[in-house]
C-alpha cells in the first residue's frame, strides 16, 4: 500500500515540475529549481524502497536519500538567505555545498561496511516492506552536520527579526516552517523508530506551496516586468503593486528617486504614515476613476515625475497590479517654465496691445455714436442714456433670476448699448432731423439702420473682440427694434426668436425716448411713460420683463431726475 502512496506523491512532485516549466518564465531560479528537480528525487528513493527484497539494495536506497538531508537543505538555507538580503561571499558557497557532497559521499562509501549503518533489516508489514536501521559509529557526522542546520535556522530567524527588512514574510515563513518542520519530523523518526517515514508528504506539500509562491513573486518581478525598458531606459525607477495596493518590487534606480521604499516590506501595504501614500495610492484611485495617470512630487531640488499603467505577463492578459515608473524631469520642467514665463510675457503684451486696441475701438465706436447724435436733433445723448439705462435694466434681470443672465453676459450688454444706433450714419439728415412724421418711404429708409447697424459692428468689432462678445454686440444692433409680436423689424422676429440681449435693449431704448424731450414731442411724465411700456408688456415687449421694469421703475425714475435736473 505505501509503495502505491509514495508512488502517487512521486507522480504529484513530477507534475509540479511540468506545471512550471510550462509557465516559460523569462528569469530562472536556480536554487528553486534545484528544490523542485531534488523532491521527485528523493521521493523516488523512497518508493524504491517500499519494493526491494535485498537488504543491500535497501542500504543503498538508505544512502541515496540522503539528499533531503545534505544537498536539499544546503540549498534550502541559501535561498532563506537570498529572501534575507543576505550576500554570502562565494568561498561560503564552496565551503556548504562541499560539506554537503561530502557528506552525502561519505554515506555512499560505506554502503558496504558496518561504518554508517551497523545493521539493515527488512519487515514484511501489510502495508509493505519496512526497513530497519542500526546506526554506526560515523552517524555522529550526521547528527553534527543536522544540529549545524537547526543551528543556521535558528540563527536565520533571529537575524530576520532583528532587521525587519522589506523581504515577503510569506516567503521567508514558507521556507523557514518547510524546513523546522521537517527537521522535527526527520528527529522523531530516527528516534521513535518509524517503519514508513512521512516526510515524503511533507516534500510534497511544501513543493506545492513552494511552486505557487514562485509563481506568484515570478509574475511580479520586477526584473520580468520592465527587462525590455531596462535595456533602452536604465535611469528610470519601477515600482510594482498588486491590485490590493500591495508593495511587490521595485528596482534599485527606484530608491534614488523614493529612499523610502528601502524599508517598505514586500506583499504588504504601505505604511499609515508613510508619504508614499499620496503618491502611489492617490494616483491608482485616480486611474481607477480614469483620470490622471501621472503626477508629480519633489525629491529635494529634483522633480520626478510618476506614471501609472496596469501590467500582466500571464498568456491571457489578465491585469495582476499596476506598475509605476519614475523619472527625473528636472530639465523638463525648467524648460516647460521658461516657455511658460516667456508665454506668459507675450500673453501680457498682447494683453495690453488688446486693451489699448479695444480702448482705439471704444472710442472710435463713441465717437461714431457721438457723430450720429450731433446729425440727428431729435436723440441728444441718447447714446449716453440708454448706456446708463441699460444697466440697471440688465442688472435688476439677473437679480430676479428670470433669464439666464452670466456676469460675462452683462458686462458684454451693456459695453454693447453704446453701438445699437451705429446704421444711423447712413441715414440722410433730412430724414433723420425731420421735425414731423416721416412718410412710409421714408420710414422704409429709417428702418435699414437697423440692418446696417448690425453690419457696422461686425466690421468693428470682427478680429479684434471675443467672439461672443461681437455676437451679442451684433444682435442689439441689429434686433432691438422688433417686437414682442412679430411687428418689429428688421426681420419681423417673433418671440424668443429675438435674442434675449435685444429684448433687454428695447426697454431701455423705448423708455428713453419716451421720457426725452424730441423735436417732434413733448417728454412724457414718468406715470405715462410707465403706464405705456407696461402696456406694451406681451405685445412690443417680452411679457416676461414686465416684472424687470417694474423693479427697476424707481431707479429709472431717479436716473432721470437726476439727468433732466428735476
Known amino acids: 500500500?505505501?509503495?502505491?502512496?509514495?508512488?502517487?506523491?512521486?507522480?504529484?512532485?513530477?507534475?509540479?515540475?511540468?506545471?512550471?516549466?510550462?509557465?516559460?518564465?523569462?528569469?530562472?531560479?536556480?536554487?528553486?529549481?534545484?528544490?523542485?528537480?531534488?523532491?521527485?528525487?528523493?521521493?523516488?528513493?523512497?518508493?524504491?524502497?517500499?519494493?526491494?527484497?535485498?537488504?543491500?539494495?535497501?542500504?543503498?536506497?538508505?544512502?541515496?536519500?540522503?539528499?533531503?538531508?545534505?544537498?536539499?537543505?544546503?540549498?534550502?538555507?541559501?535561498?532563506?538567505?537570498?529572501?534575507?538580503?543576505?550576500?554570502?561571499?562565494?568561498?561560503?558557497?564552496?565551503?556548504?555545498?562541499?560539506?554537503?557532497?561530502?557528506?552525502?559521499?561519505?554515506?555512499?562509501?560505506?554502503?558496504?561496511?558496518?561504518?554508517?549503518?551497523?545493521?539493515?533489516?527488512?519487515?514484511?508489514?501489510?502495508?509493505?516492506?519496512?526497513?530497519?536501521?542500526?546506526?554506526?559509529?560515523?552517524?555522529?557526522?550526521?547528527?553534527?552536520?543536522?544540529?549545524?542546520?537547526?543551528?543556521?535556522?535558528?540563527?536565520?530567524?533571529?537575524?530576520?527579526?532583528?532587521?525587519?527588512?522589506?523581504?515577503?514574510?510569506?516567503?521567508?515563513?514558507?521556507?523557514?516552517?518547510?524546513?523546522?518542520?521537517?527537521?522535527?519530523?526527520?528527529?522523531?523518526?530516527?528516534?521513535?523508530?518509524?517503519?514508513?517515514?512521512?516526510?515524503?508528504?511533507?516534500?510534497?506539500?511544501?513543493?506545492?506551496?513552494?511552486?505557487?509562491?514562485?509563481?506568484?513573486?515570478?509574475?511580479?518581478?520586477?526584473?520580468?516586468?520592465?527587462?525590455?525598458?531596462?535595456?533602452?531606459?536604465?535611469?528610470?525607477?519601477?515600482?510594482?503593486?498588486?491590485?490590493?495596493g500591495c508593495y511587490l518590487s521595485c528596482n534599485e534606480v527606484s530608491y534614488e528617486y523614493l529612499p523610502e521604499l528601502k524599508t517598505q516590506v514586500i506583499d504588504s501595504h504601505l505604511k499609515e504614515n508613510s508619504s508614499l501614500r499620496s503618491i502611489f495610492y492617490e494616483l491608482i484611485e485616480s486611474f481607477k476613476e480614469g483620470k490622471k495617470e501621472h503626477r508629480n512630487f519633489n525629491v529635494g531640488e529634483m522633480i520626478c515625475q510618476v506614471e501609472i499603467n496596469e501590467f500582466s505577463i500571464r498568456k491571457d492578459g489578465k491585469v495582476q497590479g499596476y506598475l509605476f515608473d519614475i523619472r527625473d524631469v528636472t530639465e523638463e520642467q525648467k524648460v516647460l517654465q521658461i516657455m511658460q514665463d516667456y508665454n506668459d510675457t507675450l500673453n501680457k503684451e498682447v494683453e495690453v496691445k488688446t486693451e489699448n486696441i479695444k480702448s482705439i475701438q471704444q472710442r472710435v465706436v463713441l465717437g461714431l455714436a457721438n457723430m450720429i447724435e450731433n446729425r440727428d436733433n431729435n436723440t441728444g445723448g441718447h447714446v449716453k442714456r440708454t448706456s446708463d439705462v441699460i444697466k440697471i435694466v440688465v442688472v435688476e434681470a439677473k437679480h430676479q433670476g428670470i433669464f439666464d443672465l452670466s456676469p460675462e453676459m452683462v458686462r458684454d450688454i451693456v459695453r454693447a448699448a453704446p453701438m445699437h444706433d451705429l446704421g444711423k450714419i447712413t441715414v440722410e439728415n433730412a430724414i433723420l432731423n425731420k421735425p414731423g412724421k416721416l412718410t412710409p418711404e421714408e420710414f422704409e429708409i429709417m428702418k435699414r439702420h437697423a440692418e446696417k447697424s448690425g453690419e457696422f459692428v461686425d466690421i468693428i468689432l470682427q478680429d479684434v473682440e471675443e467672439e461672443h462678445f461681437v455676437k451679442i454686440a451684433h444682435n442689439i444692433a441689429r434686433y432691438h427694434h422688433e417686437r414682442w409680436d412679430g411687428r418689429g423689424y428688421p426681420e419681423g422676429l417673433v418671440g424668443e426668436m429675438i435674442p434675449l440681449e435685444a429684448r433687454l435693449m428695447a426697454i431701455a431704448d423705448v423708455y428713453d425716448a419716451l421720457v426725452s424731450s424730441r423735436s417732434y414731442k413733448r417728454p412724457l411724465d414718468f406715470e405715462e411713460a410707465a403706464q405705456i411700456m407696461i402696456d406694451g408688456m406681451g405685445s412690443q415687449f417680452d411679457p416676461n420683463m414686465l416684472s424687470v421694469f417694474l423693479g427697476c421703475r424707481e431707479k429709472l425714475e431717479a436716473y432721470y431726475k437726476h439727468v433732466f435736473g428735476e
Open 1 to 244: 500500500m505505501m509503495s502505491y502512496v509514495y508512488g502517487t506523491l512521486l507522480l504529484i512532485s513530477v507534475l509540479v515540475i511540468l506545471f512550471m516549466a510550462q509557465k516559460n518564465y523569462e528569469n530562472i531560479d536556480i536554487q528553486y529549481w534545484t528544490i523542485v528537480v531534488i523532491v521527485p528525487l528523493i521521493i523516488l528513493g523512497y518508493w524504491l524502497k517500499t519494493r526491494v527484497t535485498q537488504p543491500e539494495t535497501a542500504q543503498f536506497l538508505w544512502s541515496y536519500i540522503y539528499l533531503d538531508s545534505t544537498i536539499l537543505l544546503a540549498v534550502t538555507l541559501f535561498c532563506i538567505l537570498r529572501f534575507l538580503g543576505i550576500s554570502v561571499k562565494p568561498w561560503v558557497k564552496l565551503l556548504v555545498y562541499g560539506g554537503a557532497f561530502v557528506h552525502l559521499f561519505i554515506v555512499w562509501i560505506c554502503v558496504d561496511n558496518r561504518l554508517y549503518y551497523d545493521s539493515m533489516t527488512l519487515i514484511e508489514t501489510p502495508y509493505g516492506i519496512a526497513t530497519k536501521m542500526g546506526s554506526g559509529p560515523l552517524k555522529i557526522i550526521h547528527w553534527a552536520y543536522l544540529l549545524g542546520i537547526i543551528l543556521s535556522i535558528v540563527g536565520l530567524i533571529i537575524v530576520a527579526q532583528i532587521r525587519r527588512g522589506t523581504y515577503s514574510r510569506r516567503t521567508l515563513a514558507l521556507y523557514t516552517t518547510v524546513v523546522s518542520i521537517g527537521l522535527i519530523m526527520y528527529i522523531i523518526e530516527m528516534f521513535q523508530d518509524v517503519d514508513f517515514s512521512s516526510l515524503p508528504f511533507l516534500y510534497v506539500i511544501g513543493d506545492i506551496l513552494i511552486a505557487i509562491n514562485y509563481d506568484h513573486a515570478h509574475t511580479h518581478d520586477i526584473s520580468c516586468l520592465i527587462s525590455e525598458q531596462q535595456k533602452y531606459r536604465g535611469t528610470k525607477g519601477y515600482v510594482a503593486f498588486d491590485l490590493d
